[in-house]
């Protein structure tokens, strides 16, 4: 009697019978877990003594352990990948190990006057399937509940180490990607694709990007003087002479406006006809000189003037057109130089000699 001095039952103050069993919230089956969680809702387990009543034991704590033993596995004969296409890729059959692994606490100590305790952030790494936990108080009581882990979900693996116990669904890495159920490896993103982490199918490169690698995480976006113009390009192509694309991400090239001009590839801007210099169509590759007899005195110049009676202009690429000298005359327009008028003549408004011959 002696042994169980102090012992407190629920209904009184009665000397207790001591614990002889123990039980807990958790269900007998129907047990769901995820195996990166913990369990929801917490256990709680309770000592109990001969007559079913909680035992408040005043001289000690008492000591609850958890463990967890395999039973039957989701897909354990199915790790590779390589029988996706069989209809038994989903089969329960033994697990690769005899038991799994806990994460959290699994050992609780049942404080002398409480008489219960809660598995706080208990969970269960374990492999999809049926286990089997047991909770027990060394040397007392054991009880067992039957544990369901769920199978890994679209753009998840799961991550085990050959000869250790258990593993968890983590997701996809960025790069890789898997459209369905299981515990099977993810697939590499390929390229013109792009697959951020957990993803379920790989996602095209639009219009304007590209990506010339495998198991990438993002597309690249074509720079300034490049371009792509459809999805799941595998690279950004140039804008020709004659085009540009000022801005990233560009989907076309756009031509060069009249007036303005570029010869090189991977343009990002068409430069302008200064003076003396014309281009008169779009998507030109350069501007040309302003020929002999004409001129042009300005910027994004589509054509040039021609120089009017009495004016000149003798070398290519004129900005002005220059009046005759003094005894001089330019009759016609597009003159490239001037005539002298013969001795006793004038020259009338440097278009006509006028005077005696």
Known sequence: MSMFSGNVAQYGSQIASGIVALTSTMPLDDNYFLNTKPYDPEITVFVLDHYN??????????????SVKSGQCISAACTDGNCLDKSNRYELSTCPTVSQALFGKPVQEIPGLAGTVNFTGLGLRGWPGNHTMRLEIPGVSKIYRQVNIYDCKRGQFLQFEAGIDGGACQNCPAGWAKNVTGIFPCQACNAGFSCTAGSFVPTSCVPGEAQPKNK??????CSPGQYTNATEMLQCYSCIGGKYSATPRSTTCYECAAGRSTSSANSVICQSCDSGRYAPLNASLKCSNCPSGYSKNGTENVGCNICLEGTYASNVGGFVCLTCEEGS????????GCASC????????????SGKQ
């Open 53 to 66: 009543n909680l035992v408040r034991r005043r001289n000690r704590p008492t000591s609850v352990i958890a």
């Open 216 to 221: 990438t995480q993002n597309c690249l976006s």
């Open 329 to 336: 005359i330019a009759p016609m327009e597009g003159a490239i």
């Open 342 to 353: 013969l001795a006793g003549q004038f020259a009338n408004q440097s278009k006509i000699c």
